[in-house]
């Protein structure tokens, strides 16, 4: 069984893209054995990296009110755990944030996911989540992915990115609001139950 608190701080200490990026790395990560939930992002942005604490910005505010998580609970490592796509805040693009590190995932997700036995529901919150871990041809974009939710391999439930933009989508995509925010709450609450069986 791998051992958590080591894992972590090897995560938390990687510097495997330092020469690529445009500040000094630091790992965004929290897990804890008795997760339930696993929330796969993409990368941090820069308020995040300056705190270093998951969805410390407005995505996050809005990632929680999309799950009906609250703050207390969100960052509990025992009931949360956070797993971005790329760990560390990747600098600026021309259009926004770069692109997550590729070099993370290969490196991390698997030990990581082997280390959290209990986690009953992955949220996949945006494309790069959404690219690795749904089946290969599951969707041509990110909306049929999302629209398709029902449909994702078990446990596993596919997201937008919360970012300011989503509001946007949202307006266009009156069925997420109506049928798939209310699914996503209720799924929360269901694998949040401390009574639920584990193991």
């Not at 207390?72 to 956070?82: C, G, K, L, V």
């Not at 690219?131 to 909306?143: D, E, G, I, Q, S």
Request: include cysteine.
């Amino acid at each position: 069984m791998t051992d958590l608190p080591e894992l972590l701080e090897a995560i938390r200490a990687c510097r495997a893209c330092r020469r690529e990026l445009p500040h000094a790395p630091r790992p965004v990560v929290q897990a804890g054995r008795g997760a339930r939930i696993l929330v796969i992002g993409q990368a941090p942005g820069s308020k995040v990296h300056a705190s270093g604490r998951a969805w410390d910005d407005d995505s996050g505010d809005r990632l929680r009110e999309w799950t009906g998580i609250d703050p207390a609970t969100f960052y509990d490592p025992d009931r949360i755990a956070h797993m971005p796509s790329g760990f560390c805040y990747p600098g600026k693009g021309k259009g926004g944030d770069l692109p997550p590190r590729p070099e993370c995932a290969p490196l991390w997700h698997d030990r990581l996911r082997a280390a959290l036995p209990d986690v009953r529901l992955t949220l996949l919150v945006g494309q790069y989540a959404q690219k690795r871990y749904l089946p290969r041809h599951f969707a041509p974009n990110l909306t049929e992915a999302v629209h398709r939710w029902q449909e994702a391999p078990e446990g596993f439930f596919p997201l937008p990115h919360p970012a300011w933009r989503s509001r946007i989508w949202m307006a266009h995509h009156a069925w997420f609001e109506t049928e798939v925010l209310p699914d996503l709450q209720a799924r929360v609450r269901h694998v949040l139950k401390k009574d639920l069986p584990v193991g």
